[in-house]
């Protein structure tokens, strides 16, 4: 079992920033893909950005050129750096991690943090 635990979400207004942070933990694990994601209110969850062990990376067309993805592999850490917040950006922002718990696969989320972002 690898659990997520994300951190950094929060009130801003249009214009400002934040930045997310996910910590993964659990036994014998490794991590494959790391990624966001977000749910708004009566909207479908929906990509926001992920990352690969490798630093392979791609985003949702939104979110392009305001936000970026990266991880620290050695503390199995994976951030989200939101710029130029706007209103649609205002979600539950959840923390996805998939890779092997030894030979067995794994796909954990995170509990979900609040993003509001004011006009």
């Known amino acids: 079992q690898v659990q997520l635990v994300e951190s950094g979400g929060g009130l801003v207004q249009a214009g400002g920033s934040l930045r997310l942070s996910c910590a993964a933990s659990?036994?014998?694990?490794?991590?494959?893909?790391m990624g966001w994601h977000r749910q708004a209110p009566g909207k479908q969850r929906e990509l926001v950005a992920r990352i690969t062990s490798s630093g392979s990376t791609n985003y949702a067309d939104s979110v392009k050129g305001r936000f970026t993805i990266s991880r620290d592999n050695a503390k199995n850490t994976v951030y989200l750096q939101m710029n130029s917040l706007e209103p649609a950006d205002t979600a539950v922002y959840y923390c996805?991690?998939?890779?092997?718990?030894?030979?067995?696969?794994?796909?954990?989320w995170g509990q979900g943090t609040q993003v509001t972002v004011s006009s």
């Open positions: 659990g036994s014998m694990f490794s991590i494959n893909t």
């Open positions: 996805n991690a998939d890779g092997l718990v030894g030979v067995h696969g794994y796909d954990s």
